[in-house]
């Protein structure tokens, strides 16, 4: 069975969000897992994210994670490293054909961007966190710093928590709020005390701010669990293990 993966049709490289459909874990982490900081056995996990660069012409050797902590700072790759060995970074962008990109998430938005003309490519790991420190604009500049132009590069985000599944506290708006009062547009009423955050449209706005437009492929993270791991569902069912999917772009010849 081949991995599942979602495109979008802004993007000018090889890419795919891919679902958890495909893989060979086992149990809670069935079957895409592509994880390795959780409780699957990695063999299983590096096969599976072995299949996600294979499904794009990529050498699986070549396919790079970070060790994401929710925040803002951009590793430059100019070469792969080993599985598990990423920086502590939150998005990555590269020039070096032959490299592919790969950001794992459970609910936190997958971000991939491209500039065809440059030849360079970027993804990011826009939890709420993240996309409030400025990951995404940070991506962009880094790949600007690569030769990229602004004009030119493409985004795409990838499936994530929906706002109708994304229930939060007052400490999480005010966070955000305190920031730009206007982002008030991003919660819809819930019980009291709390708001539906829609973190897909908070982030193609810091992105369209930015300059760059982006394309929402509009899957809920949450409400697919046949397609979909999800922190949120995790949480809501009492804990338990968990498994991330993974998005991958793959740095081309311009």
Not at 66 to 75: E, F, L, M
Not at 134 to 162: D, H, K, N, Q, Y
Not at 186 to 200: E, I, T, V, Y
Request: net charge neutral; proline share 5%; aromatic share 6%.
């Amino acid at each position: 069975m081949k991995p599942g993966s979602i495109t979008a049709r802004a993007l000018p490289a090889p890419h795919g969000f891919f679902t958890r459909e495909g893989g060979v874990s086992e149990g809670p982490f069935a079957s895409l897992n592509a994880s390795l900081s959780g409780a699957d056995d990695r063999a299983r996990v590096l096969e599976n994210r072995a299949r996600a660069a294979r499904a794009l012409g990529a050498d699986p050797a070549k396919l790079v994670g970070i060790t994401q902590v929710h925040g803002a700072d951009v590793a430059t790759v100019t070469q792969a490293w080993a599985p598990g060995a990423g920086p502590r970074a939150d998005a990555m962008v590269t020039d070096r054909p032959g490299i592919a990109l790969g950001i794992v998430t459970a609910d936190c938005a997958p971000v991939l961007f491209a500039d065809a003309g440059a030849g360079v490519v970027g993804a990011a790991h826009a939890g709420w966190r993240g996309a409030l420190a400025g990951v995404l604009e940070a991506t962009v500049a880094a790949m600007e710093a690569l030769g990229a132009s602004r004009s030119r590069i493409a985004a795409a985000i990838g499936p994530c928590i929906a706002q109708a599944s994304y229930e939060v506290g007052a400490d999480l708006r005010d966070a955000v709020l305190a920031r730009a009062a206007a982002d008030a547009r991003f919660f819809a009423g819930g019980r009291p005390g709390h708001w539906q955050f829609d973190l897909a449209g908070y982030c193609a706005a810091r992105l369209a701010a930015a300059g760059i437009a982006a394309e929402v492929t509009g899957h809920d993270t949450l409400a697919d669990e046949a397609r979909f791991f999800s922190h949120r569902r995790r949480t809501l069912a009492g804990g338990g293990p968990i498994g991330h999917q993974i998005s991958v772009i793959l740095c081309a010849n311009p």
